[in-house]
Structures are given as C-alpha cells and as structure tokens.
C-alpha cells in the first residue's frame, strides 16, 4: 500500500527566510505532484515531477524529486505572507495513470511579519 | 474557461435519505476521480474513472456510487448517507496526455450529513 508522509505538518516561517518542507512515500513512483490549499477554497495544481532529478520553479517555489530516495522537497525563498496556504504532495503510480493519487496529509505554512 | 463544477457546493441532509452530487467538466479529459478531504486526513480517494464506463474503487470507496455514462460527467451517489460521511468532498479530471498531465479540482461540496 502506498503511503505519502509530509512533514512537518505545521511550519511557522518569518517573512524573508527560506525555508524547506519535504514529502516522502513508501513505494517506487516516478511521478508526484505538489498542490496548494487556501482555507476554504479548492486545491490548485503547483508543480508535476514526473521523472527522477526533475527540478520544477515557480516564483519563489521550487520542487524536486529524488525517485531513488522516494523523496520530493519544496524549496520556499524569501517567505512572503502570500504563500500562506496548505501544501499538499500526491504520488501516483508507476504505470502513469495519474486518475490514482495518493495524497499526503498536507503541510500548512504560515508566513510571520 | 476550462473548469470543472460541482453541485451543490453546500448540501445538509439526514442519515438515510438518497443523493448525488454532480460533477463536470469542460476539457474533454479523460481521467475523472473524486475525493473526500477530512480534517488531519488529506485528501483520499473514493472512485475514480479513466472513461467512459470505467470505474474503479479508491481508497474509501464504502457507502459511495459513481457512474460515468459521459466522458464530462461523473455524478457521486450517496444511497443511504451516514453521519460518517460528512466530509468536504471534491471531483477532480485530468487528461494523460502530455508533460501537463494535473489534476483539476473542483470548487469541493461540503456535506453534513444528520
């Protein structure tokens, strides 16, 4: 069975610094996804890695995927109060269907003045 | 605009009494999934369909129907709801083609269910 694991589940963060929050799952995958959450609202698609090595940027998001490791971290540079939200990864299996997600718990960020 | 809508977005019912919600979307994908998000859970999976006529179960999939007769709609259906299954729930697509193969979300339905 497939499990996904994010850690920490809560981050605090003071504005300016960088910061680094990571996903881990249990089974070989080669393709996994990041999605941000606002409180209340739906889930918006951030990055898809879908190879080992991949390295995807965005503003001042950057992920990476270490299929070996079983590993992808989200790199935060400079938190802003924007990227307040919950952080959620999703792994999907290896034969590609990306219908079949399994989503870690989420990692909510909070971004101090 | 490429979206996917849900309804209702809000709905409280009692223990035992029929519904479904609805899905659909506009981008002609083929992938079609929904989702039950509770708190200090995530997001897990309750059915999902790779087309038309295909469906398969998810993690959660007890107490649900699912149904995909069109390749834009994908209804959820609650035959005898539970208290256990007040939840916000979220219908998702996606296409397998390409580098952009995403998930798409939903606005989500939050159910209560007495």
């Known amino acids: 069975e497939l499990k996904v694991e994010q850690n920490p589940l809560f981050l605090s963060m003071q504005e300016g610094k960088n910061y680094t929050i990571y996903c881990n799952y249990s089974t070989t995958s080669d393709r996994l996804y990041w999605y941000r959450q606002d409180p209340g609202k739906s889930l918006e698609s951030l990055f898809v890695l879908l190879s080992n090595g991949a390295v995807k940027q965005e503003g001042r998001l950057m992920a990476s995927l270490d299929t070996k490791a079983r590993l992808s971290t989200l790199h935060i540079t400079a938190a802003v109060h924007d990227l307040s939200a919950t952080y959620f990864c999703?792994?999907?299996?290896?034969?590609?269907?990306?219908?079949?997600?399994?989503f870690g718990k989420g990692i909510t960020l909070s971004v101090r003045p | 605009e490429a979206q996917v809508t849900q309804n209702p977005r809000y709905l409280i019912t009692v223990t035992g009494k029929k519904l479904t919600v609805t899905c659909s979307q506009n981008?002609?994908?083929?992938?079609m999934s929904w989702y039950r998000q509770d708190p200090g859970l995530g997001l897990r999976q309750i059915y999902y369909?790779?087309?038309?006529?295909?469906?398969d179960k998810g993690d959660v999939p007890e107490g649900y129907k699912v149904s995909r007769k069109e390749k834009r709609n994908f209804p959820l259906i609650l035959e005898s709801p539970s208290p256990n299954q007040t939840s916000l729930y979220f219908c998702?697509?996606?296409?397998?083609?390409?580098?952009?193969?995403?998930?798409?979300f939903g606005p989500g339905t939050r159910l209560t269910v007495l």
């Open positions: 999703a792994v999907g299996p290896v034969t590609g269907a990306n219908s079949k997600l399994t």
């Open positions: 369909s790779m087309n038309v006529e295909v469906t």
């Open positions: 981008m002609n994908h083929e992938y």
């Open positions: 998702a697509s996606s296409s397998p083609a390409g580098n952009t193969d995403t998930q798409y």
